[in-house]
């Protein structure tokens, strides 16, 4: 079965600042890896997607995740932080041959300070 | 193009009651999933119909319970409601599989009392 951790619940940065975010995923075979982004009484919005190739991918709002098959690892970065990137961040893991279907991990809610 | 539309966005039910949640793809899309996003549990899968077919379900009770129609509009129902069902229902659209983007709705938000 795949599973998503996201060893992080909160992470606090300042303005300006890098940051990453961890997720490590269980799956078998090659997975469908996702990064989203939830802001406060909003749904779901994709930042970026691995499915084969280049291990890093862009995405929108100045993230980049790399993807370690090594690790088992698709961490997401930005290199400076603005204050509307406070939100919370889901990783999420697909199977081709599970449709649609997502598992995501717990979620790391990120503040931005001043 | 417009979103993904849910309706309603906010529902109080009592313990006992059902309900029926709506979710309106984007045009052309012809896959919808449902996940459940409560604090304790995270977001988690419902099901996916995909051209009026369920393609995948998770790991929910029988009480819960979707369909799809022919314009690819979907409706979960929820029966005889309990409290921990309290949470935000989500819903997502796609073209077909994983390799297309999913995009979801801002959802809705139900409370059991």
């Known amino acids: 079965a795949q599973s998503v951790t996201q060893p992080d619940i909160h992470i606090t940065v300042s303005e300006g600042a890098s940051l990453e975010l961890r997720c490590n995923y269980s799956?078998?075979?090659?997975?469908?890896l996702f990064w989203y982004v939830q802001s406060p009484g909003q749904g779901l919005q994709l930042l970026l997607k691995?499915?084969?190739?280049?291990?890093l991918v862009q995405g929108i709002k100045g993230f980049e995740a790399e993807f370690k098959r090594s690790q088992s690892s698709f961490n997401l970065r930005k290199p400076s932080v603005h204050w509307s990137d406070a939100a919370e961040y889901f990783c999420?893991?697909?199977?081709?041959?599970?449709?649609?279907?997502?598992?995501f991990g717990g979620g790391t809610r990120v503040l931005v300070k001043p | 193009k417009a979103g993904v539309t849910q309706t309603p966005r906010y529902l109080i039910k009592t313990r006992g009651q059902q309900v029926t949640l709506s979710c309106s793809p984007i045009?052309?899309?012809?896959?919808v999933s449902w996940y459940q996003q409560t604090p304790g549990q995270g977001l988690q899968f419902l099901f996916e119909?995909?051209?009026?077919?369920?393609?995948n379900k998770g790991n929910f009770p029988g009480r819960f319970s979707g369909r799809q129609f022919s314009n690819s509009r979907s409706e979960m129902n929820v029966s005889t409601l309990e409290l921990g069902d309290s949470a935000l229902y989500l819903c997502?659209?796609?073209?077909?599989?994983?390799?297309?983007?999913?995009?979801f709705g801002p959802g809705t938000r139900l409370t059991v009392t």
């Open positions: 997502a659209s796609s073209e077909a599989g994983l390799d297309y983007e999913q995009y």
């Open positions: 799956y078998g075979a090659t997975p469908y």
């Open positions: 691995y499915f084969s190739g280049d291990t």
């Open positions: 999420a893991v697909g199977a081709r041959a599970a449709g649609n279907k997502l598992t």
């Open positions: 045009s052309g899309h012809r896959s």
């Open positions: 119909y995909f051209s009026e077919t369920q393609r």
